[in-house]
């Protein structure tokens, strides 16, 4: 992951080399900071890899589920085209071990043209040489609006 805030990762993809000791809820739902980052480049090759190589996307404005880098970068181009950044309002950060950890709940999009949607989230995270990688990150529009 481009860079988890608050915990050790000082891998080849990360720039901001933040250093903790253990990784905690606080410091997973972080995670989610560096991947909105990521699309405020606007850039669908930073959001990309924020991903896994093997990672499942299930994203929240396609009906194709996106299996590795090119489909997941697919989506994004499209994606980020509506100029798209997010906010949590409910979330439920779980630590299952000290290279896995998911994060589940609720966030808004608010996209350029003022328009929103909100939805509801599931990222699992894998720290993969020395990065935290999402592995899986499902995402769907809330039923009632």
Do not use: C
């Not at 003022?114 to 509801?120: I, Q």
Request: charge should be negative; aromatic fraction near 12%; avoid cysteine.
């Amino acid at each position: 992951m481009q860079g988890l805030r608050g915990y050790a990762t000082q891998g080849k993809n990360n720039p901001f080399n933040f250093v903790e000791t253990e990784v905690n809820e606080e410091n997973v739902i972080a995670l989610f900071g560096d991947w909105n980052d990521a699309l405020a480049t606007g850039d669908p090759d930073v959001v990309t890899n924020m991903y896994a190589d093997d990672a499942v996307l299930l994203p929240t404005v396609s009906n194709q589920v996106r299996h590795n880098h090119a489909e997941i970068r697919d989506y994004f181009v499209a994606f980020l085209a509506k100029k798209p950044q997010g906010v949590i309002t409910e979330s439920n950060a779980r630590v299952l071990s000290e290279t896995l950890a998911t994060n589940a709940g609720v966030y808004v999009f608010t996209f350029g043209d003022g328009s929103t949607v909100s939805a509801r989230f599931n990222y699992t995270y894998e720290l993969r040489d020395g990065d935290w990688k999402i592995i899986q990150h499902h995402s769907s529009a809330m039923p009632e609006g």
